[in-house]
């Protein structure tokens, strides 16, 4: 398949996989919670804060902090994975 | 960098300084025996200050600059001392410092201030917005100027007292505020080029279940960590990670 291309003000194109070995970081959003400060300075090791998500909610995948896919939390033996439902 | 208080003097205010400014320099004229005093609101032009002697004194009640033409001790003596001005004996002169030094304790109530010789006030003394009032005095027949600081302000109309209770603690204040915290799994970084090769149905490990650690933020501030899991068919995080001395989350 042919890379994707982006061109220069110069009119030369750049091959996006020049740019590959760009490192990118990659995190998981497994949900969100809501509380008042007051809630939150008042909280205590061990305590169990719920998350407004369902367990079978799709968890959303950020690159760099922005969302570029969505998946499903996976246990793979005795690992954690996340396995892609979709991708932007 | 000097700070000042902003404090415009209310109309109530001026006139209840000036009505006390009066009173004290009747008093003094009284016991000096100088007829024909008076104190008015009224403003003076940048010239008008400096055709003026300027005089200083500073205690524990505020500022005040007095400014006066320049034979006005000599003036003043001889007013007092029914004598002629000029004065070879300097008696005239003399009386009209004890006069003068008289009317500072009489306007201020401290018995042994006297005043300074100084510049004309600076602009800023004379800006409404700090507090400064200033007020024309007629002293047997000469014409001056008196500029009071807020603080001196304040002691001749004192200001009601500041009114306590109705606070509530920060705490209280924003406490029912609500916190958004996201909850995120790291699973660090790779190469752009991986991540380009990923498609739907592909599995990404995070690492081992039981070292998994999830991260709480609030606007990309990290405030905690905790374990993710399961309460009433919701996902959530057990606190463990990220939490002070006291318990508290960071």
Do not use: Y
Request: aromatic share 2%.
């Amino acid at each position: 398949m042919k890379q994707p291309s982006v061109v220069q003000d110069s009119g030369a194109a750049i091959d996006l996989s020049m740019v590959g070995h760009v490192q990118v970081e990659l995190a998981v959003q497994v949900g969100t919670i809501a509380l008042s400060l007051e809630k939150l300075l008042a909280l205590r090791e061990g305590e169990v804060l719920s998350m407004q998500e369902a367990l079978d909610a799709p968890v959303t995948l950020l690159l760099n902090g922005k969302p570029v896919a969505r998946g499903e939390l996976m246990a793979v033996e005795d690992q954690l994975g996340v396995r892609i439902l979709e991708l932007a | 960098m000097v700070a000042r208080v902003l404090r415009w003097q209310s109309h109530k205010t001026r006139q209840a300084c000036l009505a006390e400014v009066a009173r004290r320099l009747e008093e003094w004229a009284a016991g000096w025996g100088v007829a024909s005093v008076g104190a008015s609101l009224q403003g003076a032009s940048e010239e008008q200050l400096e055709t003026l002697t300027w005089r200083s004194f500073e205690g524990a009640g505020g500022a005040a600059w007095l400014g006066l033409p320049a034979d006005v001790v000599e003036c003043l003596g001889s007013l007092v001392a029914g004598v002629a001005v000029p004065d070879s004996a300097g008696l005239a002169e003399h009386l009209g410092q004890k006069a003068l030094s008289a009317l500072c304790g009489s306007v201020f109530g401290e018995e042994r201030s006297v005043w300074q010789s100084c510049d004309v006030p600076a602009p800023a003394e004379l800006l409404p917005r700090h507090g400064g009032l200033l007020v024309r005095l007629e002293l047997g027949g000469e014409q001056g100027l008196l500029l009071l600081d807020a603080r001196a302000v304040d002691a001749m109309a004192p200001r009601a007292p500041l009114k306590r209770g109705g606070l509530v603690s920060w705490r209280n204040a924003i406490g029912p505020e609500p916190v958004h915290l996201t909850a995120l799994l790291h699973a660090g970084k790779s190469a752009l080029s991986e991540w380009k090769e990923v498609r739907p149905g592909d599995l990404i490990t995070l690492g081992p279940l039981a070292a998994t650690r999830v991260e709480l933020a609030s606007d990309h501030q990290t405030l905690g960590h905790g374990q993710l899991v399961a309460q009433e068919g919701r996902r959530a995080v057990r606190l463990g990670i990220g939490t002070n001395d006291s318990g508290a989350m960071k």
